[in-house]
């Protein structure tokens, strides 16, 4: 088997670029950085997306949903109680909305984090979501993709299995048939991440001919133990589960400079979902150093491949 690309030569081989990068400006969180965030989209006609929202000096985040005010900002929904997770993910299976999000474990007294886990809450946006499923512990961006007959299910194990990080893939008849344990099993995809490399999968697209388009990221740590985050896309068969090569789509010096949660994140893009277009474009939307968000205009990573 041939080594697998490294990060860097990921970047080295990338051909396209972002293009009309621009940081998102939300209101009614004041004192809070709004980052890691879905891409917009709609119950009925009323456009959210959802994000990340927590003070700068502190991991201790909630979900929050925002709404276009007309004139290019997103305001915070109010009335609404915010679950306590992270990264938020949203999709639809079989007509039904979802909204995920990383819960963290913390240590009593001292708030250092312990254990996380993925949550799924179903329901009505933004007022009416109920918990519905919880992944196995110490599982990160699980993301899950409506195939018609069945739910295809991109994992991220970490640890003696998964080393930082890597994506595994399982399919299920129905949203109701999900078993943690079965998911910590899934089949891992062969030639992912080079050695000492991570990522996951951070949105699914059923492209109709059978196969599905992840929007990812992979990540490394320099020699100085700074991280570097790209967003990543590629291709994978739902049928077989063989992907495709990864692909560099976005990086953070493809948007705007702004501040960061801490030196070390500098170098970070965290994709959250894509809007595809049909002039062979698509619209990205990313968290930015842990600090802000920012969408993009890139070449749609799932046309021609």
């Known amino acids: 088997m ?6 860097l030569e990921l970047l080295g081989a990338r051909t ?7 940081l998102l400006s939300f209101h009614g969180v004041s004192g809070h950085d709004v ?11 009323t456009p959210y997306l959802a994000a990340r929202v927590e003070p700068r000096d502190s991991e201790r985040s909630t979900v929050r949903f925002f709404t276009e005010d007309g004139s290019g900002r997103w305001a915070v929904v109010d009335d609404v109680n915010p679950p306590d ?4 993910f949203t999709f639809s ?14 240590e009593p007294g001292t708030g250092r984090i312990t254990g996380w886990s993925t949550v799924l809450l179903e329901g009505q946006v933004p007022d009416r979501l109920q918990a519905v499923f919880e992944g196995p512990a110490g599982m990160k961006d699980l993301r899950f993709v409506d195939l018609g007959d069945r739910v295809g299910v991109l994992t991220r194990p970490q640890g003696e299995i998964g080393g930082r990080g890597t994506i595994g893939y399982a399919v299920v008849d129905r949203m109701e048939l999900l ?34 388009g992840v929007l990812g990221h992979v990540a490394y740590f320099d020699d100085r133990g ?12 739902a049928a077989g589960g063989r992907p495709g090569p990864l692909r560099v789509v976005a990086t953070r010096a493809d948007f705007p400079s702004g501040p960061a949660k801490r030196t070390d994140l500098r170098d970070v893009i965290f994709p959250g979902g894509l809007i595809r277009h049909a002039d062979g474009t698509a619209t990205l939307y990313a968290g ?13 990573p799932f046309t021609d491949v």
């Open 2 to 7: 041939p080594a697998v690309p490294t990060a």
């Open 16 to 22: 396209t670029s972002s293009s009309g990068a621009s």
């Open 35 to 45: 980052y890691n965030l879905t891409a917009p989209f709609r119950v009925g006609e």
């Open 85 to 88: 997770l992270q990264d938020p």
């Open 93 to 106: 299976v079989a007509g039904r909305r979802y909204v995920g999000g990383v819960r963290i474990e913390t």
């Open 179 to 212: 078993r943690s344990a079965e998911l910590d099993q899934a089949p891992l995809l062969d030639g992912q991440f080079a050695p000492g490399e991570w990522g996951g999968a951070n949105e699914a697209h059923d492209l109709g001919d059978g196969r599905i």
């Open 226 to 237: 700074d991280r570097h985050y790209y967003a990543m896309a590629f291709v994978l068969d």
């Open 288 to 300: 930015l150093s842990d600090a802000q968000a920012g969408q993009a205009t890139i070449p749609d």
